[in-house]
């Protein structure tokens, strides 16, 4: 079973652009997370899908993020315009039905985003 | 709300010296607890979860944990440190199954 894949795996960009990050999670996965790691600080939630629907985006830092899933399958997370604290690993995790089973996030790699 | 904190942004333990990494949590609610560890240039792993079952948890390569909720505790051991164990630790924190709040994580280096 293949495991979340995450593209790019990096990506360095002028502030001012516009990035595109995308989440693959697991096969049969409704939920779908977004966490980000900014430089010497702490793994931080940004969204949660359950399937197509945003079931909680408390943690979007501010209205230049943009995620989607349409289909209830792949995920996209936009940063525009990108500014220089949004450099960060972003990760995505999936996961089956929340509120059964072990509630375990299978993360993937991470996409490492570099803003100068 | 919740929160966890590791104490120790930064472990150093010799191979073979007891490894031992300290997460504490805030839960409003029974919490669902994870430890994660993030190798060199790869994503998080799961080491090992306590979602109220047994409260001495054991993950993967021999490490293990114990819930103590009268200290609010979730703290990660292993016997025996080996070289391959040096990484970053995550404990994480989740009610009912939500999304995840982290610690700030743990490096461990293992000294020859």
Redesign the interface.
Known sequence: EAGVTQFPSHSVIEKGQTVTLRCDPISGHDNLYWYRRVMGKEIKFLLHFVKESKQDESGMPNNRFLAERTGGTYSTLKVQPAELEDSGVYFCASSNSAGTGDHEQYFGPGTRLTVT | AQSVTQLGSHVSVSEGALVLLRCNYSSSVPP?L?W?VQYPN?????LL?Y?SAATLVKGINGFEAEFKKSETSFHLTKPSAHMSDAAEY?CAV?P??????????TRLSVLP
């Open positions: 669902y994870f994660y790869q994503g998080l792993q799961l979860k979602t995550f989740t009912y199954g939500q999304n995840f709040v982290f610690g700030p994580g």
